[in-house]
Protein backbone atom coordinates (compact mmCIF):
# COMPACT_ATOMS: atom_id res chain seq x y z
CA UNK A 1 0.00 0.00 0.00
CA UNK A 2 1.51 3.30 -1.32
CA UNK A 3 1.30 6.17 1.57
CA UNK A 4 -0.36 9.36 0.79
CA UNK A 5 2.05 12.39 0.33
CA UNK A 6 -0.37 14.73 1.28
CA UNK A 7 -0.93 12.76 4.66
CA UNK A 8 2.27 12.55 5.18
CA UNK A 9 2.68 16.30 5.25
CA UNK A 10 -0.05 16.26 7.95
CA UNK A 11 1.15 13.88 9.90
CA UNK A 12 4.70 16.20 10.04
CA UNK A 13 2.51 18.80 10.78
CA UNK A 14 1.14 17.16 13.79
CA UNK A 15 4.52 16.21 15.37
CA UNK A 16 6.28 19.60 14.64
CA UNK A 17 3.49 21.19 16.89
CA UNK A 18 3.96 18.60 19.42
CA UNK A 19 7.71 19.23 19.71
CA UNK A 20 6.98 23.33 19.50
CA UNK A 21 9.21 23.37 16.31
CA UNK A 22 5.85 24.82 13.82
CA UNK A 23 4.79 28.11 15.06
CA UNK A 24 1.70 28.83 15.37
CA UNK A 25 2.09 32.78 15.50
CA UNK A 26 5.18 34.70 16.60
CA UNK A 27 3.15 37.01 18.13
CA UNK A 28 1.99 36.36 22.26
CA UNK A 29 -1.68 36.96 21.72
CA UNK A 30 -3.30 36.09 18.90
CA UNK A 31 -3.28 38.38 16.19
CA UNK A 32 -6.20 37.30 14.10
CA UNK A 33 -9.08 37.63 16.24
CA UNK A 34 -7.47 40.18 18.52
CA UNK A 35 -9.11 39.25 21.78
CA UNK A 36 -5.83 39.44 23.90
CA UNK A 37 -5.71 35.74 24.78
CA UNK A 38 -2.58 33.51 24.40
CA UNK A 39 -2.29 31.82 20.87
CA UNK A 40 -2.01 28.83 21.60
CA UNK A 41 -2.82 25.71 19.53
CA UNK A 42 -5.79 24.65 21.74
CA UNK A 43 -7.54 28.39 20.78
CA UNK A 44 -6.83 28.33 16.98
CA UNK A 45 -8.58 24.74 16.79
CA UNK A 46 -11.28 25.49 19.14
CA UNK A 47 -11.60 29.23 20.57
CA UNK A 48 -10.77 31.50 18.05
CA UNK A 49 -13.92 32.88 16.32
CA UNK A 50 -12.28 34.21 13.63
CA UNK A 51 -12.20 30.41 12.44
CA UNK A 52 -15.35 29.68 13.91
CA UNK A 53 -17.59 28.67 10.40
CA UNK A 54 -14.35 26.90 9.12
CA UNK A 55 -13.70 24.86 12.77
CA UNK A 56 -17.56 24.01 12.51
CA UNK A 57 -17.34 22.56 8.76
CA UNK A 58 -13.75 20.93 9.47
CA UNK A 59 -15.47 19.08 12.69
CA UNK A 60 -18.56 18.09 10.67
CA UNK A 61 -15.94 16.08 8.24
CA UNK A 62 -14.28 14.86 11.65
CA UNK A 63 -17.61 13.54 13.26
CA UNK A 64 -18.63 11.20 9.67
CA UNK A 65 -14.93 9.19 10.67
CA UNK A 66 -15.26 8.69 14.60
CA UNK A 67 -17.53 6.54 16.25
CA UNK A 68 -20.29 7.89 18.04
CA UNK A 69 -19.66 6.92 21.73
CA UNK A 70 -15.80 8.17 20.59
CA UNK A 71 -17.10 11.42 19.54
CA UNK A 72 -19.44 12.10 22.68
CA UNK A 73 -15.81 11.02 25.00
CA UNK A 74 -14.38 13.88 23.01
CA UNK A 75 -17.06 16.39 23.29
CA UNK A 76 -17.19 15.98 27.04
CA UNK A 77 -13.71 17.64 27.09
CA UNK A 78 -12.82 20.58 27.92
CA UNK A 79 -10.91 22.39 25.07
CA UNK A 80 -7.03 21.81 26.62
CA UNK A 81 -8.10 18.25 27.11
CA UNK A 82 -9.47 17.45 23.98
CA UNK A 83 -6.51 19.20 22.13
CA UNK A 84 -3.73 17.11 23.49
CA UNK A 85 -6.24 14.06 23.33
CA UNK A 86 -6.25 14.84 19.33
CA UNK A 87 -2.42 15.38 19.19
CA UNK A 88 -1.22 12.34 21.40
CA UNK A 89 -3.59 10.00 19.13
CA UNK A 90 -5.81 9.32 21.18
CA UNK A 91 -3.67 8.36 24.38
CA UNK A 92 -3.28 4.89 22.98
CA UNK A 93 -1.45 3.02 20.58
CA UNK A 94 -1.59 3.13 16.77
CA UNK A 95 -4.59 1.16 15.88
CA UNK A 96 -4.35 0.68 12.35
CA UNK A 97 -8.50 0.36 12.03
CA UNK A 98 -8.58 3.94 12.89
CA UNK A 99 -6.73 5.22 9.76
CA UNK A 100 -9.58 6.95 8.37
CA UNK A 101 -9.98 8.90 11.95
CA UNK A 102 -6.23 9.39 12.35
CA UNK A 103 -6.33 11.18 8.55
CA UNK A 104 -9.35 13.13 9.51
CA UNK A 105 -7.91 14.31 13.07
CA UNK A 106 -5.04 15.05 10.72
CA UNK A 107 -7.20 16.64 8.01
CA UNK A 108 -8.62 19.16 11.27
CA UNK A 109 -5.74 20.30 12.56
CA UNK A 110 -3.92 21.02 8.93
CA UNK A 111 -6.52 22.63 7.74
CA UNK A 112 -6.88 24.80 10.90
CA UNK A 113 -3.57 25.82 11.91
CA UNK A 114 -2.70 26.52 7.95
CA UNK A 115 -5.53 29.07 8.24
CA UNK A 116 -4.36 30.68 10.88
CA UNK A 117 -0.74 30.67 9.20
CA UNK A 118 -2.32 32.24 5.81
CA UNK A 119 -4.67 35.03 8.42
CA UNK A 120 -0.98 36.27 9.54
CA UNK A 121 0.81 36.28 6.34
CA UNK A 122 -2.09 38.85 5.05
CA UNK A 123 -1.99 40.42 8.40
CA UNK A 124 2.28 41.13 7.16
Same mark, same amino acid.
Given at each position: ?????????????V????? +? %?????? !? @????????M??C? =?????F???????????????L?? +? %????FM !? @????????????? =?L????S????E????????A??????????????????
Amino acid at each position: ESANPLYKRKCVLVIRLLT +N %VEVIDE !N @ENCSTCHEMVPCT =LQHVLFECQVFQSLRAREWSLLEQ +N %VPHPFM !N @EMLRMDAGTRTIF =LLNGFNSSYVKEFSAIYNSVADFIWTLVRAKQNSIALII
